[in-house]
């Protein structure tokens, strides 16, 4: 088994000083961040009044306003795009659960809650009151604005409605097997001995499941164009791969964070990501056009059964088939979030387990002894200390009261994932990782949310659980790893997402 290092006292503090620490204090951020703090630090969110819902406009008016931390817009952004986990967890150590902000970019006046009764209100509040606030997403310039991931109201439920059963139990089942092999080819290319990144190996075997499921190809065939029985990936689709792959790796440079600033107030892509779109949306579009050309986009789905040939079948209420440049939307949406997520949800599992050795030690011989239970429990916890997308949006058309709070409408609330799953009432010592917690408990849908909730929860949550139980069992089973003696990842924001920094980096000292 693997000899793994603890940190000593200096290396922490060295980290706390580095370059994020540095920027940090320019920016004016709390000195601790929050990923170094101890595993029996408290967060400090705890307690308070759990009244939360839709109040009149007189009524918010006469309540108290909402903690606003000083600072101007635009360096609260920048704050917020960098650093988002350190500013939340130093403002609510200063505010408590429910305070305002004001961003410069994106929704512009912002209310943020974690208080799970809070969270709960607005989840099971109608849509038509509280719809997503997909306007502002970062994404919207990337997927455009008629995806399921960026409509509201028919619209989502249409798109929705028509993606939902492609997602279901039975559809998960039927991708187990692409889950199976693409897993096992991405381990088998896996070479011991050197350092590698745990979101790189990830990245390959989420992508070619997702891409056989959308356009029904081989998963072997997806980055190669060779397989067995099933159909070949064509030279289009393996340029869907080959440009997303490189989209994902620009995503993570610096000049991305300007990108995103520049996109953040347009819901059309400019200058260095319109550059970047350009050849992953030829390729889609040749993708169409090979499906138009060869007679699949006929309301039968020309015999075929995958997602791109449901989306070419569908007729809306007037008849008409969806255009090309919404199934573009579309795809691209499925694509992009259906891999991404994952695959950093399978590089913090192990940039976790590999810094607790004996939880990694219980969670190899879980995986040898088939034991679901103890797995499941890895994976929520994993999901719990570090949800890949930290905080969904909701936007208030209605006053809102949040415990003794009142807030307008037009504002938008940010429900903190992050911040919820590190409150101290719902989860002691919230800092540890700890999957006991989760053995024999079934967690409420508003106490353990790492895929949202209500009427926008995330579509794929069954075939990214599926995912993340077969990547994470075969990694186990199969590879004996070592961690870095480094401290702990730091966690990036990308877009939506939170991400490790080194992309979850071990090294397999042996393949079992
Ligand atoms: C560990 C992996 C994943 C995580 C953590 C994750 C998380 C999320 C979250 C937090 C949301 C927003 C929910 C809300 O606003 O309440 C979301 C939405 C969505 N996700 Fe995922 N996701 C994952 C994997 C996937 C996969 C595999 C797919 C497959 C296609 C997918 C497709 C979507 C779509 C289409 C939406 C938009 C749903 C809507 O607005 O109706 N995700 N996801």
């Not at 000593?8 to 940090?24: D, E, F, H, I, M």
Request: charge should be positive; proline fraction near 7%; glycine fraction near 10%.
């Amino acid at each position: 088994m693997t000899s793994l290092t603890t940190r000593p006292a200096a290396q922490v503090a060295k980290a706390r000083a580095g370059v994020g620490g540095a920027l940090g204090r320019r920016l004016g951020l709390p000195e601790a961040q929050w990923h170094l703090w101890p595993a029996d630090a408290a967060s400090g969110l705890t307690g308070g009044s759990d009244e939360a819902g839709p109040v009149t406009d007189a009524e918010a008016a006469a309540m108290a306003a909402a903690p606003m931390p000083p600072g101007r817009p635009i360096g609260t952004s920048l704050r917020y795009v960098l650093r988002e986990g350190d500013l939340m967890f130093g403002y609510s150590r200063r505010y408590g659960d429910v305070f305002r902000s004001d961003l410069a970019g994106g929704p512009g006046r912002v209310v943020i809650v974690s208080n799970p009764a809070h969270i709960k209100s607005l989840m099971t509040a109608s849509p038509s009151v509280v719809p997503s606030a997909t306007r502002f997403s970062p994404l919207r310039p990337i997927i455009g604005p008629d995806s399921v991931l960026t409509s509201i109201g028919a619209r989502h439920k249409q798109q929705r409605g028509l993606l939902l059963p492609q997602f279901h139990g039975r559809a998960v089942a039927s991708y187990q097997e692409r889950i199976v092999s693409a897993t096992a080819a991405g381990i088998d290319a896996w070479q011991p001995g050197t350092p590698v990144r745990l979101a790189d190996i990830g990245q390959q075997i989420t992508l070619d499941v997702i891409m056989s499921a959308v356009f029904g190809i081989e998963v072997a065939s997806v980055a190669t164009g060779t397989s067995g029985s099933a159909r070949d990936a064509t030279p289009a689709e393996r340029a869907v791969r080959t440009s997303m792959v490189r989209l994902l790796h620009l995503s993570t440079l610096p000049i991305a964070t300007v990108a995103q600033l520049l996109n953040a107030r347009s819901s059309e892509p400019r200058g260095l990501l319109r550059m970047v779109l350009r050849p992953l949306d030829a390729a889609i579009y040749a993708v169409i056009a090979e499906r138009r050309r060869d007679g699949i986009d006929r309301p039968d789905g020309g015999g075929r059964t995958d997602i791109l040939a449901v989306l070419m079948a569908a007729r809306g209420d007037d008849g008409n088939p969806l255009g090309d440049s919404e199934i573009r939307d579309e795809l691209l949406t499925l694509v992009l979030a259906g891999h991404e997520t994952t695959y950093n949800s399978v590089a913090w599992t192990f940039e976790r387990l590999t810094r607790h050795p004996e939880v990694y030690a219980r969670a190899v011989e879980a995986a040898n002894d088939g034991d679901r239970a103890y797995l499941g429990a890895v994976i929520n916890e994993s999901m719990r200390t570090r949800p890949v997308v930290p905080v969904v949006a909701r936007e208030l058309l209605q006053p809102w009261r949040f415990g003794e709070y009142g807030i307008d409408r037009g504002i938008v609330a940010l429900v903190s994932i992050l911040m919820l799953h590190h409150r101290d009432d719902l989860y002691p010592r919230p800092f540890a990782f700890d999957p006991d917690r989760f053995i024999g408990v079934k967690p409420s849908p508003h106490q353990l949310m790492p895929f949202g909730g209500g009427n926008r929860r995330c579509l794929g949550a069954g075939l990214a659980m599926a995912e993340l139980e077969v990547v994470v069992t075969e990694i186990l089973r199969r590879v004996d790893l070592e961690t870095t003696d480094r401290p702990a990842e730091r966690p990036r924001h990308r877009n939506v997402t939170m991400i490790p920094t080194d992309g979850g980096l071990v090294t397999a000292v042996a393949r079992r």
